[in-house]
């Protein structure tokens, strides 16, 4: 009888062990297998995340050289034609004897050069040529200069340190991501003063743009706000870093770092 108690005991607890087993079995596969699966989605997720950088860098590519071709198109071809007519009115005002024709060829003349001067500022803004040759803190306070002409909203433009060259692309990126913060500014904010600040030094730059507007709730508008998100992914493709910072309010302010090493 003992005996048969034994092996009974024996039984249940080969049974208990290999319960156990299969258990711990199943859980380790289930494990293993959330594991993979994980893994997968991860590679998945940087695939997707590789595409859709690598979408966006073609788009602004191709944003930026119909803007090179539209910025040329209206210096090389618009630009001269319009100076070209522009001479012929002159030619029209010298020789004519009729003071009321004189009269309306000074004022066409006056209203060329208006046009001229927005052709100009287009292009410069398409395709600034101060970038190129002089680099980023000239381009943008040629670009703040163009603005306070329109005697719409003052810009003031300072700089700390000294200027240094970068990469190309990184400079046209910064330059672009400014020039949309300052368009925002003139057309959503309501502010009457812009301050733009640009801090080089050793390998660094920051560049910081604070507003006097009205301001805007910061969560809403990174949880819908389109533009917003392509600002940041357009600085994070050229390894810069962008933070901002917004109550109703009191303004905004938005800053832009790049360490030229990294």
Avoid at 118 to 126: C, E, G, K
Avoid at 158 to 185: T, Y
Wanted: charged fraction near 30%.
């Amino acid at each position: 009888m003992g005996s048969a108690n034994a092996e009974i005991v024996l039984v249940y607890f080969i049974g208990t062990v290999g319960m156990l087993l299969l258990a711990a079995g199943i859980f380790f596969f289930f494990i293993t297998y959330q594991k993979r699966l994980l893994q997968k989605q991860l590679e998945l997720n940087k695939v997707k995340q590789d595409q859709q950088e690598e979408i966006l860098k073609n788009t602004i590519q191709a944003q930026e050289k119909e803007r090179k071709r539209i910025a040329q198109d209206l210096h090389d071809e618009v630009g001269a034609m319009l100076s070209v007519v522009k001479l012929n009115v002159g030619r029209i005002e010298r020789k004519s004897e009729e003071e009321k024709a004189k009269i309306l060829a000074g004022e066409t003349k006056s209203y060329l050069d208006d046009v001229i001067t927005q052709v100009r500022r287009i292009s410069r803004a398409l395709l600034p040529p101060s970038l190129e040759k002089l680099g980023l803190f000239f381009a943008l306070e040629e670009l703040a200069n163009w603005v306070n002409k329109s005697d719409e909203i003052a810009i003031e433009c300072w700089k700390g340190g000294e200027q240094f060259r970068f990469d190309s692309n990184q400079e046209l990126s910064i330059f672009r991501v400014v020039q949309e913060l300052m368009n925002n500014a003139i057309k959503h904010s309501g502010a009457s003063l812009i301050k733009m600040n640009a801090r080089f030094e050793k390998n660094t730059l920051a560049v910081s743009l604070s507003d006097n507007g009205k301001g805007f709730n910061l969560e809403e508008m990174t949880r819908t706000g389109l533009g917003l998100k392509n600002l940041e992914s357009r600085t994070e493709l050229i390894g810069a870093r962008f933070k901002m910072k917004s109550e109703e309010g009191k303004g905004t302010t938005a800053i832009i770092y790049l360490n030229t090493n990294d």
